[in-house]
């Protein structure tokens, strides 16, 4: 039931765009996504809910595609300050469903 | 406002011995959960609970207990800990539903040699 991330890792520059994948096997109910920079805790960034409904903080983009049970994560004229590791969690079966994490994506940005 | 709080930050533990880490909360959230995580493998969620008295077994409960006796405090107790628990802890709470924005707190590194 763990989602599938890709990549694993990706190396930018400043300014460039990246894409951040992430797969279920199962029908989703909604995907999660979190960013962890290094010795720190997960931040939320955004949920992102079967029938469209989307709730965030940032100003990131995602698309969750229901029919592929994937989700992406578009990160735009990166900076310095997006360096991290990113996951998703994925729910199942409904409101009640407990989170599963993918293994994450570790971006680096460089200047 | 704290938010989330664990303490404590870092542990080293010998086999065998027993802890407690503690996860407090101050924004009056129902929902609460203990992940571990281990290097390159994500979050698994241990316990979680959905309010005081109610607590429910997670992915990994293996090894672990935990109660929840005020809407606050959701403490996780480790016995007989054994080098597979060597992992860093975090709590996290949500509060409209288990399948809301989960806010996590700073995490405890445990050692366990």
């Known amino acids: 039931q763990q989602p599938v991330q890709s990549p694993q890792a990706v190396i930018l520059r400043e300014g460039e765009d990246a894409v951040i994948n992430c797969s279920s096997s199962?029908?989703?109910?909604?995907v999660h996504w979190y960013r962890q920079k290094h010795g720190e805790a997960p931040v939320f960034l955004m949920i992102l809910l079967k029938g469209g409904e989307q709730k965030g903080h940032e100003k990131i983009s995602a698309s969750f595609n229901e029919k592929k049970q994937q989700s992406s994560l578009y990160l735009t004229a990166s900076q310095l300050s997006y360096s991290g590791t990113y996951f998703c969690g994925t729910t199942y079966g409904g409101s009640q469903g407990n989170l599963i994490f993918g293994k994450g994506t570790k971006l680096s940005v460089k200047p | 406002n704290a938010g989330v709080t664990q303490t404590p930050k870092f542990r080293i533990l010998k086999i065998g011995q027993s802890m407690t880490l503690q996860c407090t909360q101050d924004m009056n959230h129902n929902y609460m959960y203990w992940y571990r995580q281990d290097p390159g493998m994500g979050l698994k969620l241990i316990y979680y609970?959905?309010?005081?008295?109610?607590?429910d077994k997670g992915e990994v409960p293996n090894g672990y207990n935990v109660s929840r006796s005020t809407t606050e405090d959701f403490p996780l107790r480790l016995e007989l800990a054994a080098p597979s628990q060597t992992s860093v802890y975090f709590c996290?709470?949500?509060?409209?539903?288990?399948?809301?924005?989960?806010?996590f707190g700073p995490g405890t590194r445990l050692t366990v040699t």
């Open positions: 996290a709470t949500s509060g409209t539903s288990r399948n809301g924005e989960q806010y």
């Open positions: 609970s959905v309010g005081a008295g109610i607590t």
């Open positions: 199962k029908a989703l109910y909604s």
